[in-house]
């Protein structure tokens, strides 16, 4: 298997087939540049981040299909979480899209080409990682909108995955205590379970 030079970390992957899928991480350097990644043949890989500049960082990334895909991350910068929406060609590019009510989106998981869960966390203190509340969005339109569903009682600082069983089924990891999250409505409602001892969990 093949990775360009000039990638520090990778942060998550996403086959779509046994040969076609994207890969997101971060450059060297102290800025950590965002890069995505892209194969065809399911060993090499090249660099495919048209679209988006450097001041974005990546943490998770889905998709439904060789041309549909959607990564997630932060912009350093402005300080807002951004979704990026893949447009196939030759070669693709992402679109960025910022949301104003969040700063940093951590996992994402598309159940089909039109809805989708992500989550990440907005920060009410000026210091990082301090007073953090863990936030849920869910798109219907393909990415086009998120909306935050997250329920009115958490207290979750950190969310760092989610998966889907369908539209309305799914989970949201809490890494802090190791919280589970689960609806079977689509997120209109949430109950909490505990992975058992307290630990932190992560994906």
Same mark, same amino acid.
Do not use: C
């Given at each position: 298997?093949? =990775?360009? !030079?000039?990638? @520090?970390?990778?942060?998550?992957?996403?086959?779509?087939?046994? $040969? +076609? %899928?994207? &890969? /997101?991480?971060?450059?060297?350097?102290?800025?950590?540049?965002?890069?995505?990644?892209?194969?065809?043949?399911?060993?090499?890989?090249?660099?495919?981040?048209?679209?988006?500049?450097?001041?974005?960082?990546?943490?998770? =990334?889905? !998709?439904?299909? @060789?041309?549909?895909?959607?990564?997630?991350?932060?912009?350093? $910068? +402005? %300080?807002? &979480? /951004?979704?990026?929406?893949?447009?196939?060609?030759?070669?693709?590019?992402?679109?960025?899209?910022?949301?104003?009510?969040?700063?940093?989106?951590?996992?994402?998981?598309?159940?089909?080409?039109?809805?989708?869960?992500? =989550?990440?966390?907005?920060?009410?203190?000026?210091?990082?990682?301090?007073?953090?509340?863990?936030?849920?969005?869910?798109?219907?339109?393909?990415?086009?909108?998120?909306?935050?569903?997250?329920?009115?009682?958490?207290?979750?600082?950190?969310?760092?995955?989610?998966?889907?069983?369908?539209?309305?089924?799914?989970?949201?990891?809490?890494?802090?205590?190791?919280?589970?999250?689960?609806?079977?409505?689509?997120?209109?409602?949430?109950?909490?379970?505990?992975?058992?001892?307290?630990?932190?969990?992560?994906?």
């Amino acid at each position: 298997m093949t =990775v360009p !030079a000039g990638v @520090a970390t990778l942060e998550d992957i996403q086959m779509t087939s046994a $040969t +076609s %899928g994207w &890969a /997101v991480g971060r450059a060297p350097g102290d800025t950590g540049a965002g890069v995505a990644l892209k194969t065809t043949d399911g060993s090499n890989w090249v660099f495919d981040s048209s679209g988006f500049s450097g001041n974005i960082r990546l943490y998770g =990334v889905d !998709a439904t299909s @060789a041309s549909n895909g959607w990564a997630v991350g932060e912009n350093v $910068t +402005s %300080g807002k &979480a /951004v979704l990026l929406k893949y447009t196939a060609g030759a070669p693709g590019s992402w679109a960025v899209m910022e949301k104003t009510d969040s700063q940093g989106f951590i996992s994402i998981d598309m159940v089909d080409g039109s809805t989708g869960y992500a =989550v990440g966390y907005v920060s009410h203190s000026p210091k990082p990682g301090y007073n953090q509340e863990g936030r849920i969005y869910k798109t219907i339109d393909g990415g086009a909108t998120w909306n935050n569903i997250s329920p009115s009682n958490t207290q979750y600082r950190f969310l760092v995955g989610v998966s889907f069983l369908d539209t309305n089924t799914g989970y949201v990891v809490a890494n802090e205590g190791g919280r589970i999250l689960k609806t079977t409505n689509g997120g209109a409602t949430w109950t909490t379970d505990s992975a058992g001892d307290g630990s932190n969990l992560t994906t």
